[in-house]
């Protein structure tokens, strides 16, 4: 065993092991209780960043312990490859742009890239040891999941569970694609409340209160509450705005009346609550801003072809020149934007396909009662979503490199044509050069237009419990894989992923899809400020910190933060994992100096030291409680109690205690029997905390396993071994009890020292303590090594109150 542990050489070397003998490989044939995880499929949009491998390495930590428990793991790899994301990727990489070539160029240039990223993030997961199942990978593109998305398509427009509509949908002016309502994220900035002054026809006026006067050509009515005694004389007459528009002023109890002037426009549309007032009240649409974000169709034509936001300004000018505006207040307002590219949302009747989701909000909540969470805390967020839907969910995008929707329209009745089932599991659909076979006879392929919008990729990736029990079964694995065992996921999609997943799950298998979800937090790069590839915030990437640090002290990072909550990169905390490991090594090389390694593989000292038994006492203890949070999902409470043990009891007080027992055996009454049980008891828990730690640092650990321990455990990896259990035989509650009379005197002796300015080394005479009986048998039980430690000639005992002194 080298001295010195070559950190990067070495775990290039074990990752490579892993590979060429398929130690993480899925059984499909196997017994064993079945736990699969269904992994985040990273999107394809550029490098990972470092709140990938935080949130990943949790989940993989947890993967290697169930392992280690005796289950069969299912934890397979996807990469979620198409969508705007994707898109926007390519043509940054190409400098194409997808409106300037044919669709299949496109497509054929997205597949190139993806594969190129794809190969990237493969060779990350391998650098940080993830011990996923390569054989068990999937991308959200390849033709079998699109197979897989189209079928399902077709399933639930059967089952009417998708409708097409012409609705006001949610739009991104940037991107030229709708965006589904758990899309968006609401944000507050800086802008104006406007006091208007509407006149009234039958005589008098109003002052209605907007923010979004650049809308008031597309004014439908106005509105105030019907408990506004303010306005129950003017209830039902004709308001005429500053621009010759007439419309009624009606009454609607959603109104603030203590907002503003208590008086609203209702324009098409605003906001939300404009749609829901248009619905409810039967009011006829006018449209004025278009798909691209600006101003058309206006009969105020100083605003045509304005973009919204100067559209606004220029209203304004126009209404204060008018005498219209009575008061302009600058207020802080939240705005809906579009979660990815932070663009302000705009509401644009398109006919689009929606799941209708609404009005099974009983069954949603049915799902998500069932499923446990991690932790618990988490429940409430999805339970509020659900609460909060006030959209059905959007599932058509206009978009070019999408899983296609296999659909075509009859010319000549309006009707769509859906593909037979023989079609649909014959292979991907591609409407556009693909004829049905379910054309009518009456028809020719000149009566027929295929559709040329693409599923959203979210519906894709809402289906990877199906996706990856199809992979498994193509792989030979003849169970059920569904309801999977566990979810990982950000916090932050659970409005997204979570909610699609278990709308999925609904409609296709009228079940819950996961037993668990497992909600990790956020890398902050500041206060408040998410790390994300879209942004380009973090401080310091990946690659560069496995070239700085290496993987296990970067896992090390990853496992400190608590579940769910947010945290700030620190690389002080890499820093303390390097020490861990170099610690763990140089711990191997201490037994192999004191010979204790040759202990392994043979039988257990008949007569163990009180010191080796107190030490293997406290082991079971801390298994007990690794394995407690374990069981429990919480990983950093687990390796806290994990360093705890290894750093104080093990090297601090029990490695120091018993040095002298293991070079000189010769100054203690049956020495080699007692140099023996160090001995022993030192590579039996040595072999245990490697066991513990492997699913934190699982190279440097499986480094000394392969140095030591295979040839007599026999497995081929430490990470097929079992993990250990609590071994009965060393359960002591006592002796660890009673050791802390022994730590309080190790105590005594240090301080003494300390007072003396003498190095804690240093020898000094005979250690006299006044105790009691009981104290006086424990101290005797650990006399060898409390001399040893304390380096003292010898240790007696008077009656009294406790008191140590040195003479």
Same mark, same amino acid.
């Given at each position: 065993m080298s001295s010195s542990y070559s950190l990067h050489d070495r775990e290039k070397h074990r990752q490579q092991f892993w590979l060429e003998n398929n130690v993480y490989a899925f059984d499909p044939q196997s017994s064993k209780p079945l736990f699969s995880v269904d992994t985040p499929p990273p999107t394809v949009s550029g490098k990972l960043h470092i709140g990938h491998i935080f949130s990943y390495t949790q989940a993989e930590c947890l993967v290697r312990y169930k392992r280690m428990t005796g289950y069969n793991v299912y934890y397979p790899m996807g990469y979620d490859d198409n969508g705007i994301p994707t898109e926007q990727l390519v043509e940054k990489e190409t400098g194409v742009n997808s409106r300037q070539v044919s669709r299949?160029?496109?497509?054929?240039?997205?597949?190139?890239?993806?594969e190129k990223f794809r190969q990237q993030y493969k060779n990350l997961w391998i650098n940080y040891g993830f011990s996923v199942d390569r054989k068990q990978t999937y991308a959200t593109i390849t033709p079998e999941v699109q197979q897989l998305a189209q079928k399902r398509f077709v399933d639930m427009v059967r089952q009417w569970h998708i409708v097409s509509k012409?609705?006001?949908?949610?739009?991104?002016?940037? !991107?030229?694609?709708?965006?589904?309502?758990?899309?968006?994220?609401?944000?507050?900035?800086?802008?104006? *409340?406007?006091?208007?002054? *509407?006149? $009234?026809?039958?005589?008098?006026? $109003?002052?209605?209160?907007?923010?979004?006067?650049?809308?008031?050509?597309?004014?439908?009515?106005?509105?105030?509450?019907?408990?506004?005694?303010?306005?129950?004389?003017?209830?039902?007459?004709?308001?005429?705005?500053? *621009?010759?528009?007439?419309?009624?002023?009606?009454?609607?109890?959603?109104?603030?009346?203590?907002?503003?002037?208590?008086?609203?426009?209702?324009?098409?549309?605003?906001? @939300?609550?404009?749609?829901?007032?248009?619905?409810?009240?039967?009011?006829?649409?006018?449209?004025?801003?278009?798909?691209?974000? &600006? $101003? @058309?169709?206006?009969?105020?034509? @100083?605003?045509?072809?304005?973009?919204?936001?100067?559209?606004?300004?220029?209203?304004?000018?126009?209404?204060?020149? &008018?005498?219209?505006?009575?008061?302009?207040?600058?207020?802080?307002?939240?705005?809906?934007? !579009? @979660?990815?590219?932070?663009?302000?949302v705009e509401i644009i009747p398109v006919k689009q396909r929606f799941v209708q989701i609404l009005d099974h909000k009983d069954q949603r909540h049915r799902r998500n009662d069932a499923m446990i969470r991690v932790p618990t805390w988490m429940k409430k967020r999805s339970t509020d979503w659900i609460d909060n839907l006030s959209r059905d969910w959007n599932i058509s995008r206009n978009r070019t490199f999408g899983i296609p929707i296999p659909v075509r329209y009859s010319r000549k009745t309006g009707d769509i044509i859906l593909p037979s089932d023989a079609q649909l599991a014959s292979g991907a659909i591609d409407p556009t050069s693909m004829m049905p076979d379910t054309l009518p006879a009456w028809h020719t392929t000149d009566d027929i237009e295929p559709e040329m919008m693409v599923l959203d990729t979210w519906f894709t990736s809402g289906m990877t419990p199906d996706i990856n029990a199809h992979i498994a079964r193509k792989n030979g694995f003849m169970g059920n894989l569904l309801p999977m065992s566990l979810r990982v996921q950000a916090h932050d999609i659970i409005r997204t992923w979570l909610l699609y997943t278990t709308i999925h799950a609904h409609f296709a298998h009228d079940r819950k899809p996961f037993d668990t979800v497992m909600m990790s937090g956020h890398v902050l790069a500041g206060k408040g400020e998410k790390i994300s590839k879209s942004k380009g915030n973090a401080k310091v990437e990946p690659d560069e910190l496995l070239i700085n640090w290496g993987a296990d002290p970067v896992r090390y990072w990853a496992l400190s933060g608590q579940l769910g909550k947010d945290m700030i990169f620190d690389e002080g905390m890499i820093k303390n994992g390097n020490k861990l490991v170099m610690k763990l090594w140089n711990v191997g090389n201490f037994l192999q100096m004191t010979n204790s390694i040759d202990a392994i593989g043979t039988a257990q000292p008949s007569d163990l030291y009180a010191t080796d038994r107190r030490i293997l006492a406290r082991l079971q203890e801390t298994i007990a409680i690794v394995r407690k949070q374990l069981d429990a999902y919480e990983i950093g409470l687990a390796k806290i109690a994990l360093e705890e043990f290894f750093r104080q009891d093990f090297c601090d007080v029990y490695l120091e205690m018993i040095k002298l027992r293991l070079y000189k055996p010769e100054q203690f009454e049956n020495g080699t029997a007692k140099q023996q049980s160090a001995r022993w008891t030192c590579q039996s828990v040595f072999f245990s905390l490697l066991s513990l730690f492997a699913p934190y640092i699982p190279h440097v650990t499986e480094e000394l396993y392969q140095i030591w321990y295979r040839p007599f455990v026999g497995e081929l990896s430490l990470h097929r071994c079992s993990y250990p259990s609590v071994d009965a035989n060393f359960v002591h509650e006592e002796i660890v009890s009673c050791f802390t009379c022994c730590q309080t005197l190790i105590g005594e002796v240090r301080k003494y020292k300390t007072t003396k300015q003498l190095s804690l080394g240093a020898e000094i005479g005979e250690i006299c303590v006044r105790c009691d009986d009981k104290k006086k048998k424990i101290l005797t039980d650990f006399r060898d090594d409390l001399c040893a430690v304390a380096k003292a000639s010898g240790l007696r005992f008077e009656d009294g109150e406790w008191s140590v002194e040195i003479r």
């Open positions: 299949q160029e496109f497509w054929d240039l997205c597949l190139s890239i993806n012409v609705f006001p949908a949610l739009r991104c002016t940037k !991107t030229q694609s709708t965006t589904a309502q758990a899309e968006i994220e609401e944000k507050e900035i800086d802008s104006i *409340f406007y006091d208007v002054c *509407f006149s $009234i026809k039958e005589g008098g006026e $109003i002052i209605i209160a907007t923010t979004r006067p650049e809308l008031m050509p597309a004014i439908v009515a106005v509105f105030v509450h019907p408990d506004d005694t303010r306005y129950t004389h003017v209830v039902g007459k004709t308001a005429v705005t500053p *621009f010759g528009d007439e419309i009624q002023i009606m009454t609607d109890d959603k109104v603030k009346m203590d907002k503003g002037s208590g008086a609203v426009m209702c324009c098409t549309y605003g906001d @939300e609550t404009d749609v829901y007032r248009t619905q409810k009240h039967n009011l006829q649409p006018k449209v004025i801003v278009n798909r691209y974000g &600006k $101003i @058309e169709n206006c009969h105020v034509d @100083e605003l045509n072809g304005l973009k919204v936001e100067d559209a606004r300004i220029k209203i304004a000018e126009l209404l204060t020149q &008018k005498g219209a505006v009575v008061r302009a207040t600058p207020i802080r307002q939240s705005v809906s934007f !579009t @979660e990815r590219w932070k663009v302000r």
